[in-house]
């Protein structure tokens, strides 16, 4: 028998089947704790996917079947995020973040949950982590997790003709921050396009 689909999956969830929720759940829950993990520390990783799906279960009636169910998990792990570095950054008595140009290493933050396979790949890592938190996002999204066009506008709340300036603005940031740290470092510089694909393993 075949897999059911996210579709089929969400129907029954909806209809109080808590065991396609579950399903569902762990269909993503590898992509989901990914997208935390190379931006919080290792020890609030597992909270914030906990907060993420905690946060699904109270809107699963609000879920749209035409905007897929990935796009709805990300949108909801993506306000998590936000909402932690805002509580984050407002105990460090730090102002207003503004996730357009903050970047997890400006926020104070030393995520070291994701392992890097070669030194080219940690330097990526890295890179990544000096863009802002939205250059971040979006070029995970694209190349870990593999999202259309149409599901990250969803997940960002921008019209979908936004997303392909929004990539071309984060990957123009990242090969410059890569750029840099590899100079830094004597490392050639990467194949970027193929290297972020590498990475989500």
């Known amino acids: 028998m075949s897999p059911r689909t996210d579709d089929e999956l969400l129907e029954r ?9 579950n399903e569902l759940f762990l269909r993503y829950f590898k992509s989901i704790r990914r997208f935390f993990a190379n931006k919080v520390p290792a020890e609030e ?4 996917v906990q907060r993420t799906f905690a946060g699904c279960v109270a809107a699963r009636d609000r879920v749209r079947g035409d905007a897929g169910m990935r796009a709805f998990l990300f949108g909801v792990a993506r306000r998590q995020l936000y909402k932690f570095l805002r509580e984050r950054a407002s105990r460090a008595r730090m102002l207003a973040v503004d996730f357009g140009v903050s970047s ?35 070029l995970e999204l694209y190349y870990w997790e593999q999202l259309s066009g149409p599901e990250i506008a969803e997940i960002l709340g921008i019209a979908p003709a936004t997303v392909r300036t929004r990539l071309f603005r984060a990957r123009q940031a990242v090969e410059q921050a890569f750029a840099q740290l590899a100079s830094d470092r004597g490392a050639a510089v990467a194949d970027l396009e193929n290297s972020l694909r590498e990475l989500a393993g």
């Open 13 to 21: 969830w909806q209809a109080g089947d808590s065991t396609a929720g």
């Open 104 to 138: 997890i290493r400006g926020l104070g933050l030393s995520p070291s949950s994701m392992v890097a396979r070669e030194q080219q790949h940690g330097l990526l890592l890295q890179a990544l982590q000096r863009v802002s938190v939205d250059h971040q996002t979006i």
């Open 45 to 48: 990783v597992e909270d914030l």
